[in-house]
């Protein structure tokens, strides 16, 4: 089916390139008028696209997409007989989708997205050394309620940890606890955005980049330089069927 598929846009461009054998049907001509026309003003705004720019479409691209996956899944789920062989690759798509959507919100705006969540999540972080400061001056013992999950969890690990009664030790060492694992959380995330950011970029760069090529080569005729491109391709991989 590929290979009929690639045949047939061969021909397609042989006609194209024939050109005014082609074009005596004037229905003919209105329509590759069309494609010339439509072609050229996609390839200018691309030409004047930046990077920025591109990122920003692809975002919205990538978040209708996951929103579009996530409701195929639930109907899939809902109102179908789940399929080995359909579920897996319809739920990667979605996963891909939905990373690809927050790799460039991370990556473009992490400094605000940081700085909302440390915010939000800053007395979480301090509140035990806050609760040591409080148990020295009220001679309460709020800190040692809180040390007593991490104790049973060690005992669980077989793992011993120091034994102290002193509330600002415990409150620090809590605090420390939570701060390691936010930044724990903050090198996964760039570890797992960082890849499929630099395909977004990827996927941005090379239409802009292409776009450019072909105005440089003709900027008046882009759509006769994109079929030559288009038929090198297809030759080449006729050549491996």
């Known amino acids: 089916m590929l290979k009929i598929t690639l045949t047939l846009l061969v021909v397609l461009i042989s006609i194209y390139w024939v050109g005014e054998k082609a074009r005596r049907n004037t229905k003919i001509d209105a329509f590759l008028l069309a494609i010339e026309g439509h072609t050229q003003k996609l390839n200018n705004r691309l030409e004047d696209a930046t990077t920025m720019s591109g990122l920003r479409f692809l975002r919205r691209l990538y978040g209708w997409a996951s929103i579009f996956l996530f409701v195929c899944l639930f109907a899939f789920q809902r109102?179908?007989?789940?399929?080995?062989?359909?579920?897996?690759?319809?739920?990667?798509?979605?996963?891909?989708?939905?990373?690809?959507?927050?790799?460039?919100?991370?990556?473009?705006?992490?400094?605000?997205?940081?700085?909302?969540?440390?915010?939000?999540n800053a007395l979480m972080i301090f509140g035990p050394l806050l609760m040591g400061v409080f148990d020295l001056v009220l001679n309460t013992s709020f800190t040692e309620i809180l040390l007593l999950p991490f104790?049973?969890?060690?005992?669980?690990?077989?793992?011993?940890?120091?034994?102290?009664?002193?509330?600002?030790?415990?409150?620090?060492?809590?605090?420390?606890?939570?701060?390691?694992?936010?930044?724990?959380?903050?090198?996964?995330?760039?570890?797992?955005?960082?890849?499929?950011?630099?395909?977004?970029?990827?996927?941005?760069l090379a239409p802009i980049k292409f776009a450019r090529v072909l105005a440089q080569i003709d900027r008046s005729n882009t759509f006769f330089w994109l079929t030559v491109f288009v038929m090198i391709v297809i030759s080449v991989w006729l050549t491996q069927l």
């Open 79 to 120: 109102f179908s007989q789940p399929s080995p062989t359909n579920f897996p690759p319809l739920f990667w798509a979605f996963v891909f989708t939905f990373m690809g959507w927050f790799s460039i919100k991370w990556v473009t705006d992490y400094k605000n997205i940081i700085g909302e969540f440390s915010r939000n």
């Open 151 to 204: 104790q049973q969890t060690a005992e669980i690990l077989h793992f011993n940890i120091p034994v102290t009664s002193n509330p600002l030790a415990i409150g620090g060492a809590v605090s420390l606890l939570f701060l390691a694992f936010f930044g724990f959380f903050y090198l996964l995330t760039w570890a797992v955005t960082a890849p499929v950011f630099l395909f977004s970029v990827f996927a941005v």
